[in-house]
């Protein structure tokens, strides 16, 4: 009898550990991601075949302190490597760990090997070589700090491997952790079981083949222990034979029915295919449906509802995926009332949108990312609740005031030829959040929770925003985009967020803009300026514009679609100002007349020449520049800019000041001085979505005195 390590995934301990003892091994005892035990022959060539939760088996050859290369070597060479393989035999050595001396796997690796091909040299052996690609020997090796472990693998490739999926989905199950999920689940054998999202299959499968007692291993073609010294082919082939004649006959008895559904036609297709390489076939039907809308099938009875839905790192968006458990959720009370159900997932705050309490719950990891399974019961639904469609309404209080402003401003919006505009900011303090429309997409801005208020709570109430707005606007989850704004420094609140590259154009009054919703924390267009912008377009007749501080050159086009004579377009970044050039191709407006001057506005304002009848400016509230005393503040420096802007300024022209900050103030003495009009304007440029917050801009009209 010999000392074994099953090594399996964090969390699986102790159901890998229960599985053993029914298998027959003495001695069982759980450690980390793994259980050590002893069996003999028969017995671990059992377990490697009927294993469910279990990657691999290793035979414990030594366990010792391992300071540094030295120990690891010597321990390595005492082994008598020529009892266990021949040396004609191909192997490897998987090493897994570190410690202060061995930093690499890779060096720990090649000590080994070097103490093992030393202990064939030395019995006057044939030198056995290395191959990764086909080895017949895999030893084991573990390391955590001094602590090794040293043994031959059983089995090869993982255990999970079953051999019967050759493809799978976008972010597939180990069939280990598939197998677990199900013993978990609450399902017994005898029920029926349906998976709404069901991907590659797997999680049916390893049900069916538990359903049907199939050895989880029978489909494999090769195993390490097959070439070890002491290998018992006439042993081995009994195993398989008893389990090949279990397999046919369990899969006739099987009463239990299994459902499958996912709304990508190929993945359904993999599906079947992997479960009639498993042999389970005609136990499961797969079809095509959509989870949010699954009906419950004529005969499922009681049975049980088990899934693995995305959650958010390799598949979906967090709006999409807050609506998709959410509709999950009440299709799930809808149509499976006394029937219970299991959910996979690694975000707690996305079972939360279920709207069910959990019976019992489990953590284990999905490779290394850390996941809850949730068991529920589903309460039957009264006759009443059943009858109607009408979902309540998610966080009725901000539900409510969204709907009211949408009456209001969307009739408004319709008027006035906007398809970008706000229907909400932070209207409600325990909602804290900014939501724009643009066209049939919806941006959700959420501000900074205040310090006192606790993340968990703060990510609640965004997840109920989320799903609010989706249940009021109705606008496809796929269009709802969700951004973070909190204060940054310098320039990172200009930083490039993600690559989508997913650019659409929108209109305001009869103009053209470009808008991409993804790429950056701005979208390309700011809604409270539209009113400032139509007015640029109205004055601009005949005149020659200039731009400072373009951004992606919105009043630009507005100015040049009004009839202007020329305009200058000056930005630092070049990609706003090529994406000011394509927003004036988008209106036609192309020709020497329009210049783009890349550079720093403040130090091009310097050294300009030229005169204008019409400038905008919508400087920032603080900028990092090395001019103006190294930085540039805009109450603090205004009135320097406005020097320069005066000799760029006809006698007759007019300068549109406008900024962001909060409570700025006009120097009126120092203007007087320069011999200039101010008018605050700031009011007259306040569009109704922007009504409730009245310090949003400011906006001065600027011109020389008579």
Known sequence: MNQYLAVTSNGLENLLAQELEQLGMTSVKPVQAGVKFKATKELIYRACLWSRYASRFVRILAEFTCQDDMDLYLAASAVNWANHFHSSKNFIVDFNGTNREIRNSQYGAMKVKDAIVDSFNKKGQPR????????????????????????????????????????????????????????????????????????????????????????????????????????????????????????????????????????????????????????????????????????????????????????GERLGTEPGLIALYTEFGEQLKSQFGGCKASIFSSSDDLLSCLRMRAEKQFKLNNGALPCHQKNYSISERSG??????????????????????????????????????????ADLPEYNVAIDIYLDHLVIQEYSAPKDIPEEKAKRRLTDIIRASIQVTGIDTNNVVLKVREKKKGTSQYNKLASKSSTFSVNEYGVKLRVNLHDYLDTGLFLDHKITRRKLGEMAQGKDFLNLFAYTGSATVHAAVGGAKSTTTVDMSNTYLEWAKDNMKLNGQVGRQHQFVQEDCLKWLENAKGSYDLIFIDPPTFSNSKRMSQTFDVQRDHIQLITHLKRLLNQKGTIVFSNNKRHFKMDAEALAELNLNAENISAKTLPMDFSRNKQIHNCWLITHKD
């Open 384 to 425: 009443d609740a059943s009858q109607t469609n009408e979902q309540p309404l998610i966080a009725p209080d901000f539900a409510n005031r969204l709907k009211k402003n949408i009456a209001k401003i969307t009739k408004w919006a319709k008027r006035e030829q906007l398809d970008c505009y706000r229907i909400y900011d």
């Open 128 to 311: 056995p070589n290395i191959s990764k690609e086909n080895a017949d020997v895999r030893v084991h090796v573990r390391l955590h700090r001094d602590k090794a472990l040293l043994g031959l693998d059983m089995v090869g490739t993982g255990l999970h491997q079953r051999g019967y999926r050759t493809a799978a989905g976008k972010a597939p199950l180990r069939e280990t952790l598939a197998a677990a999920i199900i013993s978990r689940s609450g399902w017994d054998k005898e029920q029926n079981l349906l998976d709404p999202m069901c991907g590659s299959g797997t999680l049916l499968i390893e049900a069916a083949l538990i359903a049907a007692n199939m050895a989880p291993g029978v489909k494999r073609q090769s195993w390490c222990f097959e070439s070890l010294e002491d290998f018992e082919p006439e042993l081995w082939a009994e195993i398989k034979s008893e389990a090949n004649v279990q397999a046919r006959r369990g899969v006739k008895k099987v009463d239990a029915r299994f459902w499958g559904f996912d709304n990508d036609p190929r993945v359904i297709q993999t599906a079947r295919e992997n479960a009639r390489r498993a042999g389970v076939e005609e136990l499961i039907t797969f079809e095509v449906g959509d989870a949010s809308k699954v009906i419950k099938p004529d005969t499922f009875g009681q049975g049980v509802i088990v899934c693995n839905p995305p959650y």
